[in-house]
């Protein structure tokens, strides 16, 4: 793992720090569900601890209950073991240590370094100033100590209503870096926690919280994205200020977040998509959530693949949604069992052929190996974008009088077209040489188009859902200020298709290459009844293009 953070750790290290081991964390808020962004970041921390023969622990940051609950806790351990991490028994709560936070806040208030302020929300921010001019001392700035510790207990024992009061940091209101003009630290909320109940009525900030959490956990490296920056200032201050060992204490480093094209990862705005019934929920495959990924059929080690690629940057750049697929693509190229299957199907009948069964065998992988039988019977179904009754030149599929190659069987010669009364075109019927058939003596005539198939009579119907990207973008690849208005109309169709029968009795979250079709997941929406799959990604090279000429 070579990146400017390992970098770090291995200067740190030869400059006699952290002589106990490197220790790093991936620290969640519980108020949402994982996000491809975040698995940059659970990649990152437990990729450096394994690297280095260190620990990562898996810490809630759940210091706001007015927006967290248990699902996303149980969500959150899902997803990080589902990308093959473990944290052993290093599970912890911020909320674990809220007894000691509580503690450090009464320190900072008796060295004159925090006090109780009675200033609105709204006049805190007034009084903060702007990037071009300094801000303005609270009026209850100069408290004495004994006035600020008698004011911060009976907060904590709930004498006072919420928004009334708040403990901020006493640091200096002329600073060049807003966050360390007097930050809040501990507000008064009446609010169930989803982990402590109703044991308190005050509650940490994250920033006072974080490197608080860090310390006591022993971690050394508290990596974290861009722009936390501007906060580590406050963080340092507030390990110094409590006495922490700079040799000791926790560094905190930054890097680049995730950005996709086409892609959504504020879990603000995802929750708005949740909430107002945009998607079918948080495991929606067109969400980039990591369980909407999992249920899309992305794969672990194709996201790992991902975020080692994209690597470890100090500025923030967006990264085409197209690498990750094709990482994607390459895993389930190597992975996926192949089968036939037809999306949009049209008739064709083998006029010389008798009412019988053949069974013919099908290669599962092209590497790996393995066969199946298919059944050929007398009707069968094609793609219907594999026939043209007008065709171009160069259109190497199945036409009036042209010929085929049925995959795995036949060559197969189109005589006569049958349209219903609205002119559409509704079957085939066509006749094979019974000399081409694949694998056979006489197989290797030259035909310079092949196309998939399922017999009619043993293909099994199954929903097929493709997606496409949720949002649009402009064509500059930039999204509108109100991503609602960018949702895309068609980034869900749903085709009702036929599947050959190898895959009658399989699992939910089985992978298939749908043959010049692309890759495919079995859906949990699938039952003993009805087959559902999903799309995952398109193949590299598709017909379309062919389409398109």
């Known amino acids: 793992m070579i990146n400017f953070v390992q970098q770090e750790i291995e200067n740190d290290l030869k400059a006699g720090k952290y002589t106990e081991g490197i220790h790093t964390r991936f620290p969640p808020e519980p108020n949402g569900y994982l996000h491809i962004g975040h698995a940059k970041s659970v990649c990152l921390n437990f990729g450096l601890a394994l690297h280095n023969g260190g620990l990562c622990n898996l810490r809630f940051d759940d210091t706001n209950p007015t927006k967290e609950d248990v699902e996303f806790v149980d969500s959150i351990q899902e997803d990080i073991k589902w990308l093959g991490f473990d944290w052993g028994d290093r599970k912890f709560f911020a909320s674990d240590y809220f007894g000691k936070f509580y503690d450090y806040a009464v320190e900072l208030i008796k060295r004159g370094l925090a006090y109780v302020d009675d200033l609105s929300a709204e006049e805190i921010r007034a009084y903060r ?52 003009r007097d930050p809040v630290i501990y507000r008064i909320t009446r609010a169930t926690h989803h982990h402590t109940g109703d044991d308190w009525l005050i509650y940490p900030m994250y920033d006072f919280a974080h490197p608080l959490e860090d310390a006591i956990e022993g971690i050394t490296h508290s990596v974290c994205t861009l722009e936390f920056e501007d906060h580590r200032p406050f963080y340092d201050w507030l390990l110094e200020s409590l006495g922490f060992d700079v040799n000791t204490r926790p560094r905190q480093i930054e890097f680049a977040r995730l950005d996709l094209t086409n892609t959504i990862t504020s879990k603000r705005k995802l929750r708005q998509l949740v909430e107002e019934n945009h998607v079918r929920g948080w495991d929606d495959p067109r969400m980039p959530t990591l369980c909407g990924l999992r249920r899309r059929g992305f794969t672990p080690a194709a996201i790992k693949d991902f975020c080692e690629r994209i690597g470890v940057a100090k500025s923030n750049s967006v990264v085409d949604i197209a690498m990750l697929e094709h990482c994607v693509r390459e895993d389930l190229n190597d992975s996926a069992d192949r089968v036939m299957a037809v999306l949009d199907p049209l008739k064709v009948i083998l006029t010389n052929v008798d009412d019988g069964v053949e069974y013919l065998t099908a290669e599962n992988h092209p590497k790996r190996g393995g066969s199946r039988f298919v059944p050929f019977t007398r009707e069968i179904f094609i793609d219907r974008e594999d026939f043209m009754e007008d065709a171009p030149k160069k259109f190497f599929r199945l036409k009036p009088g042209g010929e085929v ?19 559409e075109v509704v079957e085939l019927h066509c006749t094979i040489d019974p000399t081409s ?32 990207y949720l949002l649009t973008t402009d064509a500059q690849g930039n999204l509108p200020e109100d991503f609602i208005a960018a949702l895309n109309p068609n980034s869900l169709i749903v085709k009702q298709a036929l599947i050959e029968p190898s895959v009658r009795w399989t699992n939910a979250g089985t992978h298939y290459q749908f043959l010049r079709l692309g890759y495919f997941v079995v859906d949990p929406d699938t039952t003993p009844d009805k087959l559902v799959f999903n799309r995952v990604v398109g193949l590299k090279d598709t017909w379309a293009k062919v389409k398109d000429r």
């Open 129 to 180: 100033g702007t990037l071009t001019e300094a801000g303005k001392e609270s009026p209850w700035r100069n408290r004495s100590v004994e006035e600020n510790l008698d004011l911060f207990t009976r907060m904590k024992a709930g004498e006072f209503p919420d928004g009334s009061k708040v403990l901020r940091a006493k640091i200096d209101m002329a600073s060049p870096n807003i966050n360390m």
């Open 405 to 423: 190659r049925l995959k795995y069987a036949y060559i197969i010669k189109c005589n006569e077209v049958i349209k219903n009364t609205a002119g």
């Open 437 to 468: 058939k694949s694998g056979g003596a006489t197989a290797g005539r030259k035909i310079k188009g092949t196309i998939h198939w399922v017999s009619a009579k043993f293909a099994l119907p199954a929903e097929v859902r493709l997606y496409d």
